[in-house]
Structure formats: structure tokens, C-alpha cells
DNA sequence: GAGCAGGAACGAT
DNA sequence: ATCGTTCCTGCTC
């Protein structure tokens, strides 16, 4: 990720460097009281990466600015009720609530619909080309987290990062998604029954005769999906999207009649945050049985039959098909003979490690995390 | 029989 | 050293 010099210096303390690592000084201030090894917390990268609150996106496609709005939309950044509807973009939020640019750069503010206020520049008083220069970092920002976060959850669904190639199965699968990520009926999967490239070559109002109810949700995600998909980015060096052909293709090959586990997810959730491109397409298998567990339990919509929340708040899960949970571990890590057995000695590991515990009232096949592992 | 609990040895990193 | 895997015995449900 290119940032400016000047870019750097307007947000000190916000922007790491481009990375997109999680701060570790936010842990430490929410979790001071309790000591843990710093080096085990979650990677939120992924344990939160499918909570996308993509609810965000479709008003900037839904709501037409007015036209004075409209004049300078190039200049226009969404702020304000960022933080009401995404829990995670912890970086592109903490950019975007950054109002020192403001400031510098003489923004005003606008209204933005629903997404509260945004800024455009005063045009008599800054140059265009200057404020379209420096600015353009913060919408590169924008853009590149938005098309990792999308590349991220079409590796964990095990479809293709470009729409228009999608099998029927794979539409699906990105319906039942977004769906299950609003909390709206799947009944509507049924009206998009089509290959990828059917689907993307609907108009916004064939969307909405389809489904009066979703349509135009699922158009204005499926439109940012499209444009995820548009190559020239540097998105891909992210590190943490890597893996997904080389993992896949060495599963697949390894194990051609287990096609039960096809929509397994690949390793988008290695998400190291060092998101150096050396590191990538090692086929890694770093990732703790913690964090693969909490990535199955993010996707309920996928993964909800095998493994569950019994008490999200409290970290207590329950592991309804162990054969599949073991299966599938033993392909991420790339061990055959993994199987519910051993993948429990490993759970049971994690008591004297502080990550896991046993549930106060012992239940087979219910695990309980600790706190802060369970966030 | 399936699952739980935990010891021990081991390999990979 | 850490982490996970593998194998094991003994136990509970």
C-alpha cells in the first residue's frame, strides 16, 4: 500500500504504516486488566472479518447525492455512523473518524444520506489537483481494505473472487452469505438460482422484480463485489489472500473424492499481519486450532450444521458434527489422519494455556473460550 | 462406542 | 520454547 509522506504525517498515530495489522496498543487498553500473552489474541483480521457490516455499502449506491454533492463527489468521505454499523474496518474507521484532514486540508462538511456526514473540499480555497492528490490516499485506503475484506470472504466461502465466473453453487453460497450477514429470510436464494454470469449481467431492477425485499441490497453488494474483482490493485500482495489457489489446489488434488469439503475455507484467516508478499503462498499452516475454530463459527451460514455458538457472549460453542470439524482441520493443516480425537487433545491443550476452558457444567462436545479469546 | 481427560513422546518451526 | 500431532490408558456418559 503506497501512502504518501504527507498523508503519514496528517494521521500520526492512526495509520501504522499500511499495514494492516491489528494496533496492539487498542489490546492492551481494553485488555490491561488482564494479563495474557500478547501474542496469542486473535488475529481479527478474520475472527471478525466476515462481519463486514456491508449494510454500510449499499446506501453510497442507493442514495443519489444532490447535484451540488454530486459536482464534488470525488471529494466526498463517508464518516460520522461509521462506527454504528461496522465492527470491524478497524483502520479504515479509525481513518476515516480522523478529522484532522479536515482541517488540513479545508474540508467542509456534507451530508451523506444515510451514512451521516462527509466532508468536500472548499474549492476556492484548495486547489483541486492538490486536494484530489492528497486525499486520494484515504479513498485508496477505503478501497484497498474493502477489496481485501471482499477477497478474504471469497476465499473462507471457497468462491471465485470474480462474479461473473461463479458456478450456481457459488452464487449461492454468496447469496446465503450476504443474506445471513443482514439477518434477512434466505428464502430469496431461490429467485437467483444462475450462474455468476447471469447474475452479474441483471439490472438493478431485475434485482429488485426478483426479490422487492433484497434486491437492491444484493445488487449494490454484488456491484462492490464486482468491482473487488477488477484487477490492477495491489491487494493481492496483502499476504493474507495468497494461499487460496495454492491451498486449494494442493487439498483438492490430495483428497479429489472429498468434495463435501469443497466449500471449505482456504487460509484467508493466516491474515498475518505482516503482509509482506515473501510470506505468501507457503501453503501455510501456522494458523492455531483457536483461530480455525472461531473462523468456522464466523460462518454460520457455511459451517452452522458442524460447529455452533451455544453462548457467543460468553465464547461457548458446540461442536455439532466432530467428524466434519476434524475433517476439515486435518485439511487446513494438511494432516489426513486428523480426526476428532486428536483435534480434542489439541482443544484440551488450550486449558493450561488460559485460552480455553472447560464449561462450568460439562457437556460433550461444548467448549467454552477465554476471555479475550472468545472477542 | 463416543467422548473426555491428561501423560508422554515426537516433529516442525 | 512453543504448538500441534500422535498414541496411549483410564474414565464417564
Redesign the pocket.
Known amino acids: 500500500m503506497v501512502l504518501s509522506s504527507t498523508f503519514l504525517e496528517a494521521m500520526p498515530q492512526r495509520v501504522p504504516t499500511g499495514e494492516l495489522s491489528p494496533a496492539p496498543e487498542d489490546y492492551t487498553a481494553v485488555f490491561a486488566a488482564d494479563a495474557f500473552?500478547l501474542?496469542?489474541l486473535p488475529n481479527t483480521q478474520f475472527s471478525k472479518e466476515v462481519d463486514f457490516g456491508f449494510g454500510l455499502w449499499s446506501p453510497i449506491k442507493q442514495e443519489p447525492l444532490s447535484e451540488e454533492e454530486s459536482e464534488s463527489c470525488d471529494q466526498i468521505l463517508p464518516v460520522g455512523r461509521l462506527e454504528d454499523n461496522l465492527p470491524d474496518h478497524k483502520l479504515l474507521r479509525e481513518v476515516l473518524k480522523d478529522t484532522s484532514f479536515q482541517k488540513r486540508y479545508n474540508l467542509i462538511p456534507v451530508p451523506v444520506g444515510e451514512l451521516g456526514t462527509g466532508f468536500r473540499a472548499e474549492m476556492e480555497e484548495v486547489s483541486m489537483d492538490l486536494a484530489q492528490e492528497e486525499i486520494q490516499p484515504v479513498l485508496s485506503m477505503a478501497m484497498e481494505q474493502l477489496k481485501t475484506e471482499i477477497h478474504s470472504t471469497c476465499a473462507v466461502l471457497g468462491i471465485s473472487r470474480e462474479p461473473c465466473k461463479w458456478t450456481v453453487e457459488e452464487v449461492e453460497t454468496w447469496l446465503a452469505w450476504n443474506l445471513a450477514q443482514f439477518s434477512l429470510p434466505m428464502a430469496a436464494v431461490q429467485f437467483f438460482k444462475m450462474p455468476g454470469q447471469t447474475l452479474t449481467s441483471l439490472s438493478e431492477q431485475d434485482f429488485i422484480e426478483r426479490s422487492s425485499e433484497v434486491g437492491g441490497l444484493l445488487y449494490a453488494q454484488l456491484e462492490l463485489w464486482r468491482a473487488a474483482s477488477v484487477e490492477g490493485t495491489k491487494v493481492d500482495d496483502s499476504g493474507f489472500l495468497q494461499e487460496t489457489s495454492t491451498t486449494r489446489s494442493g487439498s483438492s488434488s490430495g483428497d479429489p473424492s472429498d468434495d463435501e469439503e469443497d466449500e471449505e475455507m482456504t487460509d484467508a484467516s493466516q491474515a498475518s499481519p505482516k503482509s509482506s508478499s515473501s510470506k505468501s503462498g507457503s501453503g501455510g499452516s501456522?494458523i492455531?486450532?483457536?483461530q480455525f475454530l472461531k473462523e468456522l463459527l464466523a460462518s454460520p451460514a457455511i459451517y452452522g450444521n458442524c460447529i455452533r455458538w451455544l453462548d457467543r457472549q460468553a465464547g461457548v460453542f458446540k461442536i455439532e458434527d466432530?467428524v466434519r470439524v476434524a475433517r476439515l482441520?486435518g485439511k487446513r493443516?494438511n494432516?489426513p489422519?486428523?480426526n476428532?480425537?486428536?483435534?480434542?487433545?489439541?482443544i484440551?491443550?488450550?486449558?493450561k494455556?488460559g485460552i480455553m476452558k472447560?464449561t462450568e457444567r460439562?457437556q460433550?462436545?461444548?467448549y467454552q473460550f477465554c476471555h479475550p479469546y472468545s472477542l
Request: aromatic letters at 16%; zero cysteines.
Open positions: 500473552d501474542s496469542l501456522h492455531h486450532l483457536w466432530s482441520w493443516k494432516r489422519a486428523m476428532y480425537d486428536k483435534l480434542s487433545r489439541s484440551r491443550q488450550y486449558y494455556k472447560k460439562s460433550r462436545l461444548v
